[in-house]
């Protein structure tokens, strides 16, 4: 069984094989710079899943639920077009959603997730379904499965936090016609300085993390150098994290960490 959860009829989820997973996709709707769409977090997302599906293992039986495009993305409000719920909204939604999903029968739900604003919210919500709903659960970003090496320097990837080449690339496989390269540049954040200061606070593995919202980071609402970014290297992301994700997607329909 494999495809999308709003594909199947009613009584298709009486005959789920046991170890089908539940793929909940969350985007967001959120600014992202000059050069790029509000919908970029949800396209990307999508983007990795359709690629995904046809390299999914035979044996693999998983479901693709709708996807969550308007979620925690209130580090974005000063900026026009960001759409963002409350963390606490947020978890209450994961947690209905999780809760249907168990009434469905199945026990299994991973959330793949496009945005970083939403991490610390699902890193809560993944252990609340477990304990609440005795649900398996897991999440993790797009990115966690795609190969950098060779695309991206690292030390230019760990400042590139937003609308900069690690996602201005794949929207320009993904979704050329959105994309404005002429107002694309690079977006030099912050986060740069913090760590050339040699502060305890920083968000490249310093020991403290500071709260922020982006404009601290750069005032176009971007960061990282999106005029280096081009098609060839939005499609190797994209591929890749595809293909991590169908080889998680077989591991984890037998994961079970109670065993």
Known sequence: MQGYW??????????????????????????????LPVSVDSDLVAA??????????????????????????????????TLSVSARTLLATLDDIGASVARAGVNRLCMLNGHGGNTAVLEIACRELRITHGLITAHGSWFGFAQWNGIMDSGDLSHDQHGGDSETSPMLAAKPHLVDMAQARNFRSKSRDWQENGSWIGLTGQAMRPGWVIDDLNDFGACGDAAAATTAKGHALLDSAAQGFASFLRDFSKFDPAA
């Open 6 to 35: 709003a594909d199947l009829k009613a009584p298709d989820f009486g005959n789920l094989p046991e170890d089908t997973v539940a793929v909940l996709p969350l985007g967001a709707t959120e600014q992202h710079g000059p050069h």
């Open 48 to 81: 990795v899943l359709d690629r995904s599906l046809p390299l999914w293992s035979k044996d693999t039986n998983a479901l693709i639920l709708p996807a969550l495009q308007i979620t925690k993305s209130n580090e974005h409000a000063k900026h026009p077009g």
